[in-house]
Each structure stands twice: as C-alpha cells, then as structure tokens.
C-alpha cells in the first residue's frame, strides 16, 4: 500500500531539478527512495514507537521544493544556453540537476536535525497536552482530501478498472470478511487436516490487487487494450511500462554525498521547517491511529519523543543520500491494518526489509512499478477513506450535542478546505501578498496546507475557547492512557524494549530522558516541576462524584469533588 505513494516522488521531484525525461535519474531516485523507506521503517518499528507504521516519503515534501525551485535562481536553463550546448560530456548536464539537489539536501538535513531535536528533548511530549480529540479529529480526516488528486490521478486512468479494484476491496474486506473458507493446513500434533482460515479477513488488499492485475493482464493479452502508445487506454495495459524493468540496474547501494556537499538557504530551511512540523502532527496522529487499530494503548510520552525523533533521524540519512524528501508515517498503511486486522511488527519488519531489498535490487523494484495506476488507485481509495472515518472515530469522546464542540470542529474543518482553494486562484492570493517573496513563499505553504490549518485552528480553539475536561472529552481520552494491567494486549509495556528495559530502568537518571522506556511524564527536575507521585481517580459508591488526588513533593493537593 505504501507503493503507490512511494513511487510518486521519484516521478516528481525530476521535473522540478530539471531533470525531467532523464530515466535514469528517475531510476535512482526509485531506488534511493525505496532503500530509505525501507531503512526508516526497519528503525522505527525496532527503535522508534514500535507500532506497526510504514515509513516513506510524503508529498508534502514537493511543496517547498516547488517554493524553492520557482525562484529566479532555479529556473532550468534552455537547451540554447551555450554552456549546454557546447558540451560534450554528461557531467555538465548533471551538474543541472545535482546542483538543485544539493540546496534541496542541505535543507532537508537541517530541519531534520530541528525535529531531532524536538523528539529528543521532550517538548514534543510537552505539546501533546494541548493535543486532544478536537486537534486529532480534523488533522486525520482532511489527509483524506489532500490526498484527492492523487487519487484521481490514479483512477482515471481508467475508471472502470478503478472501481473494480474498489469493489473487489469492498467485497473482500467487508461482505466475506466473516467467511472462512477451508483450506488444507498441517501442524505437528494433528498433520494434514482441514482448517477454516480468514483468507478474505487477512489478504483482502493483496487478494483487490491480485485479482485486478489479472483482470488488465487478460485484457492485454487479448488486445482489448490496444498496443498504441497514443490510445488512452494504453497506460492500463500490463506491459506499458515493462521497459523500466529492462532498463533498470540489478544492483544499486545508495552512499552519502554522491551529488556533492549539500548547501543551505534560509528560505528553503524555512519551507522545509513547516513541512517537517506538519509532518509531525500528522505522524502524532498516526501514531494514535495506528494504536487504535492494533487495539493498544495510546502510546505514551517517551514512545511518542522516540518516534519522532527516529523520524528525524531517518530524514536526516535520506537527505544525506539524496532522497530529495523526508520520510514520515504512512497513512494507508494503518488503514490496512483496520481492514486486515494485522499489526504484528514482524509483518512491517518483512516490509521494512522488502522495501530495502527493492532499493538495492533495481530489478525487483522495477517490477512493483508495473502494477496499473487503477489497480492501485481503487483501493487505496477505500483505504484512505478508512483513515477519514478512523480520524472522525476519536469524536466519540467529546462530547457532539455541545454548541462549543461543533463550533470549533465545523470552523476548523470549513477553513481548512477553503483556504486551499483561494490560495490556487491567483487573483485572490495576490490579497494575501506582504511584499517579501521569502515571507509569500511561506505563507502559502502554511495556507495551502488545509491537514496543517485544520490542526492548528483546531487546537487554538480547543485550548482558548472555554469547555470543562468533559466537554473536551480530556477524561475519556486521558482514561484509555492508563494501563490495563489485567490485559498484557493492553499494557504500554509494548512500547518498551525489550530484555534491555529492566537494565535501564536500573539508571534512575534515565528516567529523566524524554526517549528513554522508563521515563515518566511526571517525573522531572524539581526545580521546574513537583515530583508526583501519585496521580490516580476515585469515584464513590455510586459512581456519580470524581475525586483527582495528587500527593506531590512536600505537598499534598486533594481538588474538590467534580461531577463526572
């Protein structure tokens, strides 16, 4: 599923460092974008939040290369220009297009180490306790829209294939998902036998994408699409791309610097920057999108600063090989973790590993790449729409017959699909000119990103506009953090490492450090906060009063009795 979003950068980014029509850079950028999702997740699932999660490059990250390569600067030259003309060797072609990579590069890397930083420092974890329903709710639904031309890009290329993969996904997730059908099975106390096994459950993505690749390979054979590279319908043929898997390399390891020194501006360091924070909110969310699909917890504090500095630190290594983008959580993914009812981490190390192998391998990267766009584009269409309804999900803790609630949630998500739109009509956005091509650069980004407005004016109304914990729906959620020791599946123990937790925890400094398995949110230097030491609710007999008691450092606090 991470495929589709994966193989759209490579195609992307050339266009815009005057590369465009150069094969073989699209080649290496596939295999260097490949390598590093496969890179990233591998770390992330071992070392970072250590949830089922894909990592890979995100299309937000074409926006400030866009911002940047509009500039005067980095207009491409004509093939008149003389230096190009004149030449006689490829190296000053490539200096073109290596030259942009470099400033994309060195940008990337610095607002990498900028989320490093935030992850390693805790003040992500500081943030989060202005997160809540309110700000998670818009920023996951409006990654459904954002991802809309994507999605029509894929599909029309051929409709009609397009929605049988969406009705195949359909069927196989949702009408058969209950029925297991008998298949043969063997085990070391009964042998051969006979076991009912949810194929369709568990295989319905590959079983949608399968059944219609088979169906365009058929149509191929059968000429039914015609081979004339002028026809419409010659882009859903099986065949139409065979010529990258012919042409691409059977090995390729991607090293540090093999473009030459990055360079750093200041605007591409700001453009960079506010995409790296949307991507962190966005990555916030997934984390606790994915933990409700795999039915755990929410994950914890240091969890949290762990995998977002893991993400930084991956960015960092993709901007150092040229990836030309960050890597960041995959949404789709954990849509089909919703529909497959897998997350075991052994199934995304595989994938982790698969991705690496496909990044080092050309060849067999180069066969992912034949799929049909429709084939893909259907059911990623289906699982984008999962996402939307997983982010709509989280409403289920406020309290939706509040006046407040719907005000803030209806404003946040209003404004956020609108301002995109005006900022695509030119006339309108020139309104919003301050004179400064670096300061319009940035405001466009941050305006033309509607998941970034809808977060944002989300939590800025959530957190200013008054409502009781209730309202906000801050006691159910802050009640799903607590661990459920009777349920080891519902333990945050999952987020900890383990055999080397119980060696960690034997360093009591540790339990200082924001990414370390033993640090506690409450815990912290006595001369910025009281050490608690116990934070807990109690109701009485009839459940109708709570009780928030807090024995701190030198001080105990027992708060009056709120109705729940």
Not at 271 to 282: A, D, K, M, Q
Request: glycine residues 10%.
């Amino acid at each position: 599923m991470c495929i589709g979003g994966t193989l759209s950068m490579p195609y992307l980014i050339p266009g815009y460092i005057c590369a465009e029509g150069n094969y073989d850079v699209t080649a290496q950028l596939m295999s260097i974008t490949l390598f590093m999702c496969g890179i990233a997740t591998i770390l992330q699932t071992l070392f970072g939040i250590r949830l089922g999660i894909v990592q890979g490059g995100s299309n937000l990250y074409i926006l400030p290369i866009v911002a940047m390569m509009s500039s005067d600067k980095w207009k491409c030259p004509n093939s008149e220009d003389s230096h190009l003309q004149n030449s006689t060797i490829a190296g000053d072609k490539d200096e073109v297009w290596q030259l942009r990579m470099r400033e994309i590069q060195g940008n990337l890397i610095v607002a990498s180490i900028t989320q490093v930083i935030l992850g390693c420092t805790g003040i992500i974890g500081i943030l989060l306790k202005f997160v809540g329903p309110l700000t998670i709710a818009p920023t996951i639904t409006l990654i459904g829209p954002m991802l809309i031309g994507v999605l029509i890009q894929l599909n029309s290329k051929h409709w009609g294939v397009a929605f049988l993969s969406m009705g195949l996904t359909l069927l196989f997730s949702g009408y058969l998902a209950n029925f297991n059908p008998p298949i043969p099975g063997w085990s070391m106390d009964r042998h051969c036998h006979i076991v009912k096994f949810p194929i369709f459950q568990l295989f319905s993505v590959l079983l949608s994408i399968g059944v219609g690749w088979f169906f365009c390979y058929t149509l191929t054979v059968s000429d039914v699409f015609a081979d004339n590279i002028t026809d419409v319908n010659y882009v859903v043929r099986t065949d139409a791309k065979l010529d990258a898997v012919f042409n691409a390399p059977w090995l390729y390891w991607p090293y540090p610097f093999q473009f030459g020194i990055p360079t750093v501006s200041s605007v591409g360091f700001v453009g960079f920057l506010i995409v790296t924070l949307v991507s962190v909110l966005e990555s916030v969310c997934d984390y606790h999108a994915a933990a409700r699909m795999s039915g755990v917890p929410p994950p914890p504090p240091h969890a949290v600063n762990r995998g977002i500095a893991m993400e930084g630190f991956a960015s960092i290594i993709s901007g150092m090989v040229g990836a030309g983008h960050g890597t960041t959580s995959y949404s789709q993914n954990i849509g089909a973790i919703g529909i497959t009812r897998v997350a075991s981490r052994a199934v995304f190390l595989t994938a982790g590993i698969i991705l690496l192998v496909s990044g080092v391998v050309g060849k067999f990267g180069a066969v992912l790449t034949i799929i049909p766009d429709p084939v893909v584009g259907g059911v990623l269409t289906v699982l984008c729409g999962m996402i939307m309804g997983s982010g709509l999900s989280t409403l289920q803790f406020i309290e939706l017959d509040s006046t407040r609630n719907l005000t803030v949630l209806g404003t946040s998500l209003i404004v956020a699909l609108m301002m995109p739109e005006v900022f695509k009509d030119t006339e309108m956005a020139a309104k919003f000119k301050t004179g400064y091509s670096d300061l319009d650069q940035i405001v466009q980004l941050l305006f033309g990103t509607s998941m970034f407005l809808g977060g944002f004016i989300g939590c800025i109304l959530d957190n200013t506009i008054p409502g009781t914990d209730k309202e906000r729906g801050l006691l159910s959620w802050r009640a799903i953090l607590k661990d459920n020791s009777e349920n080891p599946n519902h333990s945050v123990d999952i987020y900890k490492y383990p055999y080397v937790t119980k060696f960690i925890e034997r360093v009591k400094c540790c339990s200082y450090i924001p990414i370390s398995p033993t640090f506690d949110k409450e815990v912290k230097c006595s001369c910025c906060y009281p050490k608690v030491e116990n934070d807990y609710f109690e109701t009485d007999e009839k459940g109708e009063k709570l009780v928030r008691k807090v024995a701190a450092e030198n001080n105990v606090m027992e708060m009056d009795k709120k109705e729940t």
